[in-house]
C-alpha cells in the first residue's frame, strides 16, 4: 500500500500517522522525495482498512497495491483448489454439471427430474427448498420438506445434492446437504459466511446482484478465515440498465478470477439470463471461456414450473444440451465428470 | 394484469391457462378483439407470479398495472404512516433527525457523540453494534457491549437508539433497542424480514446497495406482511458506475416514494455521498424533496474513527449543519421534531 | 501523479521509463526506499496519459493525484465563472430557469409557450429544433424552420433561447442562437466540442447517458482548451437499473462540481425523472444543493407534445412551480435572475 | 401494441384517443370486456411513439408487443445478412477476424502489425486513424494520414481496412476504406448514422457505452432506414460499476442478437476487458456463443503503443491466439474467412 501525503503534512503529523499505522501488522516505509513524500506498507496489509487511511487529514490519496485477500488469493496458494463431493471432483481440470429444477416442488417432479438429469449425464442435481422470493405472496419453497425431497433423489440417482441456505437458523437442516448454495442476495450476509466458515461442508457462493469481483473474492475470505476452504465461486450475472437478459451475465470474470484466486468458479447461465434459449450457447461460451463447473436449470414441465419456467430447459431440451456441452468440454480439455 | 395472447392460441390452451389463473384470487376475463386476444385479471393480483404467467407457451406478453404489494401501497392506505418513537413522531409532517456514530467504538466516544448531537438539536442517536464490513479483518464491531453503550447514552441524553441488525439470531439483544435498522446489504434478507415483521417495533428499511423502488417496496411489504406496520424507508444511495461519490444519492425516490406509499421516507447522505462535504449540501436538497428524516453520521474525531471516518461530520460542523437544516425544514413547513 | 514499480524492475528499465516519462511536461523524481520503488511526477501532469504508463513491463500501479482537467479546474480558478447572455447572467450566485418545450412544433405553439414561461419568470427560453430520438421512425424536429421559429419567439417575448446542436455540419444555423446545448448523446463527440471551443458563445454540456462527472469535466476541458470558457455544466441523470424514473437524477453532482469546478451547474429534473409530478420536487431540491440554473420543459398541451409529453408541464403547472422555486431560491440566498 | 385504458375514461375520450392514433399506419381496435377497455393496434406499430401515447390521460399503461424495429428485424428478413468485402465475407456461417493497432501510429509501425497480422491468419486489418480521447490533451490520431497509411498496408497485405469515422464532416476520406467503423460514443449520434445509411459501404456499428440492444437495433436501424443495409453489430462491453474490467462483456448478446437480427455480430474482447491477458480466452468465448466476427488490437510493441497499450496483444501473443481460434472456430463449425 502507498500513502501519498499532502504537501502541508508536518514531521509531526507524519510521526503520528505512521505511530498509528503500527496498529497494523505493517512496517511503515518513509519515502522522502525532493517534491514529495510517501509511505510505503511493507507487509501484509490486507487488513489495513483503506477508508480510515483515507480519512486522515494529511493524506491526499491512497493505492492498494496488493489485493485484500489472502486465503483466496492465488499469489499465496497457486495451486488450483479441487473439491471433492462425494467422490466427485470440483475444479482441477474438469467440467461438472449441477442441474435440476428452480424450486423442490414435489417429490415426483424432483424425482423425475433428478433421474432425467442424471440419464442426460449431469454430475449434481441442484433445487431449491428455500426461496428467496421478491415477492411475500409467491411460493416461498417447502423449506424443511424439500430437502427431505433432495435426499431421497440422491438416494434413488446417487447423484450428489446442492441447495440454498436462506438464514443461519436453518444450517441444521442442511447437515446432510452435499453442498451448501448460498445466494445473490446473501453473498454479503457476513453472519452467515462466517457460520459457514465453521462447516466442514463446500460452499457454492454466488456473485452479489451487484456484486463486484472482489467483493465475491472478500466474501469467499470470510468463510476461508473461519477455517473452510471448501469455496466454490458463482458468476450468475450481474444487476445492470440492460432489460433484454435478467441480468448481464460476465464470462471474463471467469478467466479473471481463475488469475486471481485458486478458487473454482462456476456459471449459471439460467439466473445469468432468464431466457431458455439462451442457456445452451451461454453454457458453451462458459465452457469456452474455463469455468469449472456449470449450473443449470431444469424442469419437466416448465410452463407448469413453481419459479423461474421461462429460464428452465426441459428434460429433453437439457439432453440436447448436454451433448454439445460434453463434446466442447472434451474440445476444451476438461471433460465432463462423471 | 393484462396477459397477451399469441395469435396462434388455440381455444382448448386458453381455457386451460383460464383454469391455471384460477389458482390465484383473481378473475380471469377474456377479450376477444378482431386481431388480438387478451385476458385481463381482475381482483387481487399481488399475488399472481408474473415470470410463472411469462412462461406459458401460448403468453406473447404481461403487463402488470396494479402494484404488487398491497400493504405499503398508497392505493389502499391513502393516509401517510406517523410513527411514534418515545413520543417522538417520524413521518406526518416533521422533520426526524437520527445523528451518531457509524460503529460504537467506546462508552467515552459514543457518550460524547450522544450528547453532542442532542445539544445540537438531534431527535434521534444512531451508532453500529453489528457492522457489516466487506472485510473479515476490518472492525466487525462491538455486538452486544455496543447496544449496552447505546443504551447509556440513551440514559445520559433521552434521545431513542437506532442500530442495526445483521442477524436473526441475535435478535433478542435488540429488545430495548428503539428503532431496529435493516442493512444495505440485508434489504432482501427476507427471512430476516419476516422476523421483524412479527416485532412490535419500527424498522428503518435501507434501500439495497442495487434495490430499485419496488424491490424496497416489496421488502417493507415482507414486514408488514406479517402484521408490523411500522416500517421507515431509507434512501442511501445506489451502486452505479459514478466512482466520484461512494454512491449515487437518488433523491427523486423521495417524493415518488410518497406517491407510492403511506410509510416516511428516510434519507442518509453519509453513506450516499461518502465525502463529508457534501453531507450538508445534500442534506439540505432531501429536505427540499419532502424527505421525513435524515440520517448523519457525526463522530467526536473522525480521522481517528474506526470505520466510515472519511464521510463523518464532527460535532461542530454538525451544528453548525443543523442549524442550516433547521432554517429550511421550517421554510419547507416540516419543522424538526423534538 | 505517483508510480509504483515492481520489486524486479532492473535500473535499465527504471532509466528507461524516466526517459520515456520526459515526452511529457513533467519532472520524473525517483523515490527509493528501503523495500519500495516510486517514481513521483513534478509538474503538469494533465497531459499525461495513465494508460500509456500503466501499460509499461515494470509499473505495478499509478495513482493520478491531480485532476486531468486545467481549464475547467477550480484549483486554478477559484472563482466562479459568470456567464452573461444577453445582460442575464448564469452563475456566481442567482437561479437561472431555462424553459420551454421539448421540441419546437409550431410557431403558434412555441410562442405561446414562450409567453407563458415568460409570464411565469423564466429567464430564458428552450426548444428542441433538432431532435436526438432513439427511432428513426419518431419526428425528428423541424431543423432550421424551428430555429426560425424560436427566433421569432425570442423577438415576442425577449428571453434569450437555448437549442441543442446535433451535427456540426448545422452549425452555422446556430449564429443567432444565445445558448447552443449539447445533448447527453453528444457530450463526448470530442470533434463537435472542439469545433464549439473556436466558437464564442455559451455551451449548455450535457452529462452523458452514463457519463462520470470527470468526463463532463474533460469534455468540458476540450471545449476551453481551444478558446471558449463559456460552458455551463448540466446534470440530466444518469442511467442505471432502476426503471421506475427515465434516469436517476445525482443531485450531489452539483455541489461536487462546485468544489472541482468555476463553471456554472444546470439541472434538468424534466428528463432526470421523465414524470411530470416528480419536476417541482426535484427542482426545489436541485435549488437547495445549490444549482445555478434549471432546465425545465413546459408544454402548452402536453397530451399533444410530439415529445416527451410525459414529463412537460403545462403553463398552470409550471407557474406554480415558479412561484415555490422563487421562494426557495430567495431563501437560499440566489434569487431568480431576471 | 396493447394500450389499456383508465376505468374513468369516457366515450369521447376514448373516441379522441382512437381518432389520434389514426396518424399512425395501424388500426386501433377496442376490446371492451366486463371489467376493462384496451385498444390493440394492428398493422405496423414501428413508427408509434410509445411515449406519446402514455402520455395521454385516459392511459393507464402501455405494451409494445412488436419490436420497433422493422430493417433490421429478423421476424421480417429470417435469413442471415452476409456481407462481401473485398471478396471476403462477414456473417452465414464463418468466423471474420478482425485485428490490428488500436492506432495507427507510424506506417512502419502499421505495415509491420499488417504483416504480422496476416501471416497469423487475420482477415482484416483495424486501425484507428482519428481516436476518440477522454483527455483533449491526449493523442488524437493522426487523421487523413492515418487512413492513407492504412491504405498502403492493404496495398502491402491485401487486408481489407477497417477504420473508425468521428466526424460526418470527414465522410469523403472514407471513400477508399473498405469498413467504416461507428464507436460506442456515436453509436446513437443519428445525423452520422443517416448519413452513413446513404453511402454503400459496410458499417460496423459497435454498442453504446451503456446503449442497450434494442437502441444497438434502433442504431442499425436509421443506417438501413437510409438505404444501406450493410450494417454489423458489434458487442464491445457495457459500462457498470464492475472496475476489475475496462467494461463487462456481454456475450449472451450475441445469440440473443441472433434471435432478434439478420445482422452479422462481431466481438471486441480488447475493448471490452481492457486486459491483455482476457482477450484470448475472451475471444474464445465469443466463438462458442456464435460470433461472426473478432475484433483484436495487435501491436507491436503494446508497452510503447500511443494508446490502449494494456490491451494489445504483440504478434506473437495473437498468432498463439489465432491458433486457438482456428481450431475452436473448426469445432463450432464457423472456420474462419481466409
Known amino acids: 500500500m502507498v500513502i501519498v501525503l ?5 514531521k509531526k503529523q507524519i510521526d503520528e500517522l505512521i505511530n498509528w499505522l503500527t496498529r497494523y501488522d505493517v512496517k511503515p516505509n518513509l519515502v522522502e522525495g525532493v517534491h514529495s513524500r510517501i509511505i510505503g506498507l511493507i507487509g501484509d496489509t490486507t487488513a489495513v482498512d483503506i477508508e480510515s487511511v483515507q480519512a486522515k ?20 496458494h ?11 471432483k470440483i475444479g482441477g481440470g474438469t467440467l461438472t454439471v449441477i442441474a435440476g ?15 432425467a438429469v442424471k440419464e442426460a449425464g449431469a454430475t449434481m442435481l441442484r433445487g431449491g427448498a428455500f426461496k428467496p422470493r421478491t415477492s411475500p405472496y ?21 447423484l450428489p445434492i446442492v441447495t440454498e441456505i436462506m438464514d443461519l437458523s436453518d444450517i441444521d437442516l442442511f447437515d446432510d446437504v452435499d453442498i451448501i448454495q448460498v445466494g445473490a442476495r446473501n453473498s454479503q450476509n457476513f453472519t452467515l459466511l462466517k457460520a459457514l466458515g465453521r462447516c466442514d461442508k463446500p460452499v457454492l457462493l454466488k456473485r452479489g446482484l451487484s456484486g463486484t469481483l472482489q467483493e465475491l473474492l ?10 473452510n476452504s471448501k469455496v466454490i465461486l458463482c ?3 450481474i444487476r445492470t440498465y440492460e432489460t433484454a437478459t435478467r441480468n448481464v451475465l460476465d464470462l471474463a470474470s471467469v478467466p479473471l478470477l481463475h488469475q ?4 473454482p468458479v462456476t456459471v449459471d447461465p439460467s439466473h445469468a439470463t432468464g431466457i431458455a434459449s439462451l442457456i445452451e450457447p451461454c453454457a458453451l461460451g462458459a465452457v469456452a471461456v474455463g469455468c469449472d463447473a456449470l449450473e443449470i436449470e431444469v424442469h419437466i414441465d416448465p410452463p407448469h414450473a413453481w419459479s423461474d419456467g421461462a429460464q428452465s430447459l426441459t428434460p429433453a431440451q437439457f439432453a440436447a444440451t448436454m451433448d454439445k456441452l460434453r463434446a466442447m468440454a472434451e474440445f476444451c480439455g476438461r471433460p465432463i465428470e462423471k
Not at 409467491?138 to 434413488?156: V, Y
Open 78 to 88: 497457486p495451486e488450483d483448489t479441487v473439491i471433492d463431493v462425494r467422490g466427485r
Open 138 to 158: 409467491a411460493f416461498q419453497g417447502l423449506g424443511r420438506e424439500g430437502i427431505e425431497i433432495l435426499r431421497k433423489a440422491r438416494e434413488e440417482t446417487g
Open 57 to 76: 487529514e494529511i493524506v491526499e490519496a491512497v493505492k492498494r497495491v496488493q489485493e485484500p485477500y489472502k486465503n483466496a488469493n492465488r499469489r499465496f
Open 235 to 237: 458468476e450468475r450475472g
Open 101 to 115: 429444477p428452480c424450486s423442490v416442488e414435489t417429490e415426483e417432479q424432483t424425482i423425475k427430474t433428478a433421474i
Open 218 to 227: 472478500m466474501s469467499a475470505e470470510y468463510i476461508m478465515s473461519e477455517g
Open 6 to 10: 499532502k504537501n502541508q503534512a508536518t
Open 260 to 263: 486471481k484466486t485458486h478458487l
